[in-house]
């Protein structure tokens, strides 16, 4: 394991004199925020992919000629993610060998492609092929990947919060613009919609995006990638994350709607606790980097995501479901920035291939949160799904209690003399 962590360390130090121009600079460089600014746009562009369809899908689907059918309906919710389960791997580990702009590019036209095959289908069986192609641009280990490769160790987790607020902030604008866009554009306009954002992605990839340095010659076996004990804890963690996420998102809608929310209203609840969580997520996040408080900050968050899940299963009203959507979203997003920043570090110098299996178990969460979420509000009701993911949270939080702190960043003394 030393070995594993000596050359993730060494090709850290190489990455980071690329993006550090002179030693004892403590704020980000131009190439940083523009490199985190535009990735993250890239990332909220093909999120609205997914959250955009979240509210609206299932009624939609019940209108068309094959869409009563409950499973198939909830194929459709959730082969996006399926998709992008087979594919995070091989296209992580293939931006390392040809590099990232390239297979974002790839993986972009793909998604667009997809979205135009779902807005011209006038059944639900063509929306889920069309749904499969979107999933096939599974891309985001390359993003990650050139986060990591464009950003000092010192400011990975502020770029990587980026890429969270903006995840965050896409699922806010989607629950606030999907019913007015269902009215105006129909689900066929919507789809269209993506395509045009997919097309924007390429843009920003080609023409605003550093370009980063090339994939580093020193790299990891695979099979090192997969058993190594650091990474496993994240994806884990990553896995329980989502499907946690997707699942309880199948229940919160209908207890703000019975609290006395109509489901047109939600945003208004949505959006001021998205934006107040940016601003709580702060403290804990800088005392996580500027202090080597990642451990007790990780373990805290994952312990109040439990929490969390065993008030929705308590709460009524709409004020108490409101204050507690905040605390969830202030440990999602924490978790959200933190976790492949660590992904980044423990390997280094196979960030893409690392970061495909990391988002291979996220996809696979968001694949599985919402069959598992269906199943036990059909079968055991709306208090067992938060039970459920309160319990999978809890079985994250024993598993990563023993991880170790990430490989030490390198000095700035090293920085300047590898550079």
């Not at 850290?12 to 523009?34: F, H, I, L, N, Y």
């Not at 931006?95 to 297979?103: A, E, I």
């Amino acid at each position: 394991m030393s070995s594993i962590h000596s050359s993730s360390q060494d090709a850290a130090k190489a990455d980071d004199s690329k993006v550090q121009p002179a030693a004892g600079r403590d704020r980000m460089t131009g190439t940083e925020v523009r490199a985190s600014i535009s990735l993250a746009s890239i990332f909220a562009l093909r999120m609205l992919g997914l959250f955009l369809i979240l509210p609206i899908f299932a009624e939609y689907a019940r209108t068309l000629p094959d869409g009563h059918d409950g499973l198939r309906v909830g194929i459709g919710m959730g082969i996006y993610g399926l998709m992008q389960a087979f594919l995070h791997i091989p296209l992580g580990w293939l931006s390392d060998r040809v590099g990232r702009k390239p297979v974002m590019v790839g993986g972009l036209l793909m998604f667009a492609a997809g979205a135009l095959v779902a807005a011209f289908s006038d059944t639900l069986t063509g929306i889920i092929i069309g749904r499969s192609l979107q999933g096939m641009g599974a891309i985001s280990a390359a993003i990650t990947a050139c986060i990591a490769d464009l950003t000092r160790e010192q400011h990975r987790t502020k770029a990587m919060a980026m890429v969270g607020g903006s995840i965050g902030l896409t699922f806010a604008l989607s629950l606030v613009i999907a019913s007015p866009l269902l009215h105006i554009i129909g689900m066929p306009g919507i789809f269209a919609l993506m395509s045009v954002f997919g097309v924007l992605a390429i843009l920003v990839t080609l023409f605003v995006v550093p370009t980063p340095p090339p994939p580093h010659p020193v790299r990891l076996p695979f099979r090192t990638v997969l058993m190594n004990p650091d990474l496993i804890r994240l994806n884990v963690g990553v896995l329980a994350l989502h499907v946690s996420q997707v699942a309880m998102f199948m229940v919160v809608p209908a207890m703000l709607t019975d609290a006395g929310m109509p489901l047109d209203q939600h945003w208004k609840v949505y959006l001021p606790v998205v934006l107040v969580s940016f601003v709580l997520m702060l403290a804990p996040m800088m005392a996580a980097e500027r202090y080597g408080k990642i451990r007790p900050v990780l373990l805290g968050s994952v312990a109040l995501m439990t929490a969390v899940q065993l008030l929705f299963a308590a709460v009524h009203g709409l004020w108490a479901i409101t204050g507690v959507l905040l605390l969830f979203f202030v440990a999602f997003n924490l978790l959200e920035a933190m976790q492949p920043s660590l992904v980044s570090r423990y390997a280094a110098a196979s960030r893409g291939a690392a970061l495909g299996v990391y988002n291979t178990t996220q996809a696979l969460g968001m694949a599985l949160g919402g069959p598992a979420g269906g199943w036990l509000v059909q079968h055991e009701g709306r208090s067992a799904v938060f039970v459920g993911c309160a319990v999978l949270l809890m079985l994250w939080l024993i598993i990563a209690w023993s991880m170790k702190p990430p490989p030490a960043r390198a000095s700035a003394s090293s920085r300047t003399a590898a550079a």
